[in-house]
């Protein structure tokens, strides 16, 4: 019989306490990796959506519309703070996502209420997250029903007699962009960007650790080549990966899942090509921070679960935190989701898309400058 | 006569470790120079210093006339480098590889093919060009490598243990080709552990502790200690030099001396 041996047994024990104490990476990853994840999914896995921004076009301006809009806030699902005037105003901060819902009462409201008929009030959802829009739809139709049953009691004390079967007050909604609130259409535009910058970026990383790890690297050092002419010849390739690999899930969306973009197809190749050069100056960074491929592949997947979580992809970045709303502002994918859903769900244009837009611009300067500077140290 | 390698005084530190401290020795073109000495002497710093990658702290050295301060892509331009990693791609055939290297010391059309032809026929690939590098033995390994280093025919090469972990056969067929370079008028700076291939340097530098402690060819060198061979000098040299070197103590716990 084999025996078990206790000294063996210890000694190996003693050396992967060991290899773990010199693998710093590796011992950070374990104990701070489990308590980011429990903190980011703790607090952005909120189904409650809250605080959502409203505009409101009260038309009426009476003592009656000011109560309903603050029946509006006081169920904590909108903040009708946004007051504006027409529809024109209300459309262009739906399509811009500043508004992700608005209430419009109309001029005869308090007329309405006063002379016992029946009010109606329009309450337009952004339907483009079906999370999102359906928690605004029931808590509207719970307030215009709780309305209603308060009015209806008021009206029979004060006429001994019911005014009708009508219901006081009608709070007519519509979904706008997603009218079927589909959660496929919304889901997946913003895979685009998910999975372009996870395979991406992981490729371009690879391609370079790689020459480090069998010491290719070592070798063209020695040789007059420039870092720039290297980096453009490594990086150049997986620009059109990028592209064949953008083109195949857009196809994918549109011909097989049915999604089809209501907006500019070349703005959205063009705004798509912007996300793409941030992606690889990042794939760039790793690769000059990482050793081997192995460690370039953890820092992609470290990557990975934020840009799912903050980014909007699944939640919406409204009802976060303050801390995770900013932790999410620092991901590129973050713009990157707000233009590629606002081509396909709302058709908008750059007079929407602008922000968004310089905002990717800028994280492409940057992070390209950090990552050439950074990679050209490597090769020095 | 003009000098391949003039190094005067040269000093790397990496922080408050001193790597290389005051290294003096002139080579004159046409020659090859060995380097030997202990793993961790220096070498390879003596080496990337020379090849204008890494920036010497004090001293100065010019290679092939240019100055590896001021001018070190003059100098990546003339030399060709070949370490004992054989830095090749694997997943890249022998043609492939040779095609790459010709490309990146700027070769082009007729002359990038006839230059290929040329190294090809050298060192014999004719019948490997098309085959994965990753396929290969050792052997093979090492000489593709040094036909990627030859392309841009280079009036220097630097050889960082070119024969480390390589078989005998292929180590002989190796110097034969060095010295047949040699004798066409290449310069030759080349580390190694074998004190066989030492002796077959013109001249000869032993590196320790960062310094070069003897230089000469391999026959003064010999005679100035009164050593029958390289190995005997080899040892004397780290006893001589470093009586605390815990190696050292090891050779005398032996009882060799």
């Known amino acids: ?143 215009g029903l709780n309305k209603s ?71 063209l050092v020695v040789t007059p080549i420039r870092p720039l002419e290297l980096m453009l010849g490594k990086l150049l390739p997986y620009v059109v990966i990028g592209f064949v690999s953008m083109s195949l899930i857009m196809a994918t969306g549109i011909f097989w899942f049915g999604v089809v973009p209501m907006g500019s197809v070349p703005l959205l190749f063009l705004l798509a090509t912007l996300f793409l050069v941030t992606i690889l100056a990042i794939g760039l960074l790793i690769s000059s921070i990482a050793s081997t491929q192995l460690q370039a592949m953890q820092m992609t997947f470290i990557m990975l679960l934020p840009s799912i979580l903050l980014s909007g992809f699944i939640f919406p970045r409204e009802t976060m935190p303050l801390f995770l709303h900013v932790l999410g502002g620092v991901l590129p994918l973050t713009y990157f989701l707000e233009i590629v859903r606002g081509i396909f769900l709302k058709g908008v244009g750059m007079e929407y898309l602008w922000q968004d837009t310089l905002i990717l611009c800028a994280f492409a300067v940057v992070l390209l400058a950090i990552a050439s500077k950074k990679f050209k140290k490597t090769l020095d | 006569m003009k000098l391949a390698i003039d190094c005067q005084g040269l000093v790397k530190r990496f922080g408050t470790y001193t790597a290389v401290q005051g290294v003096n020795f002139q080579i004159p073109p046409g020659k090859i120079m060995g380097f030997v000495g202990p793993n961790g002497a220096g070498k390879t710093t003596i080496i990337r210093m020379l090849c204008g990658v890494l920036l010497p702290t004090e001293g100065q050295a010019t290679v092939l ?69 990753a396929s290969l033995s050792g052997g093979w390994k090492q000489r593709v490598a040094l036909g990627c280093a030859l392309l841009h025919n280079p009036q220097l090469l630097i050889l960082d243990e070119p024969t480390a972990g390589v078989d005998p056969v292929s180590r002989r067929v190796f110097w034969d080709l060095i010295h047949r370079l040699a004798k066409e008028g290449m310069t030759i700076l080349v580390s190694t552990h074998y004190m066989d291939e030492a002796d077959t340097c013109d001249y000869l530098g032993f590196v320790f502790y960062g310094q070069l402690i003897a230089f ?31 190696r050292n103590l090891a050779i005398k716990k032996g009882g060799r001396s």
């Open chain 1, 149 to 219: 049953l308060e009015l209806q009691s008021e009206r029979i004390i004060a006429l001994g007699t019911a005014t009708g079967f009508e219901m006081p007050l009608n709070l007519e909604t519509r979904v706008w962009y997603n009218p079927d609130m589909k959660s496929r259409v919304f889901n997946i535009p913003a895979l685009i960007g998910l999975i372009l910058q996870s395979v991406i970026a992981m490729l371009t990383s690879f391609s370079i650790v790689r020459e480090k790890e069998r010491g290719t690297m070592e070798q």
């Open chain 2, 65 to 133: 006339g240019f100055n590896v301060l001021t001018e070190p892509e003059e100098i990546k331009q003339r030399i060709g480098y070949m370490s004992q990693k054989f830095s090749l791609y694997d997943d890249l055939t022998v043609g492939e590889n040779l095609d790459f290297y010709a490309g990146v010391y700027s070769l082009r059309g007729k002359v990038a093919r006839a230059e290929k032809a040329r190294v090809i026929e050298l060192i014999g690939l004719a019948d490997r060009t098309s085959q994965l590098v």
């Open chain 1, 1 to 143: 019989m084999q025996r078990f041996v206790w000294v063996r047994f210890i000694a190996v024990l003693k050396k992967e306490f060991l290899h773990i104490r010199r693998d710093r990476a590796s011992l950070i990853m374990a104990i701070a990796m489990p308590i980011a994840m429990l903190l980011i999914f703790g607090y952005a896995i909120n189904t409650n959506v809250e605080h959502l921004p409203t505009a409101v076009w009260d038309q009426a301006r009476t003592a009656d519309s000011r109560e309903l809009i603050t029946s509006i806030r006081n169920t904590q699902y909108m903040d009708p703070d946004n007051f504006v005037q027409g529809y024109k105003e209300i459309e262009g901060l739906l399509d811009s996502g500043k508004a992700r819902a608005a209430v419009i009462i109309p001029p005869d409201f308090g007329k309405k209420m006063k002379g016992m008929k029946q009010a109606s009030v329009q309450v337009l959802v952004d339907g483009s997250d079906p999370t999102v829009a359906r928690a605004v739809l029931s808590a509207v139709q719970m307030l």
């Open chain 2, 216 to 246: 000469g060819s391999p026959a003064d060198m010999k005679k100035r200690e009164g050593k029958a061979n390289l190995d005997d000098l080899f040892i004397y040299y780290v006893e001589h030099e470093a009586s605390d070197d815990p």
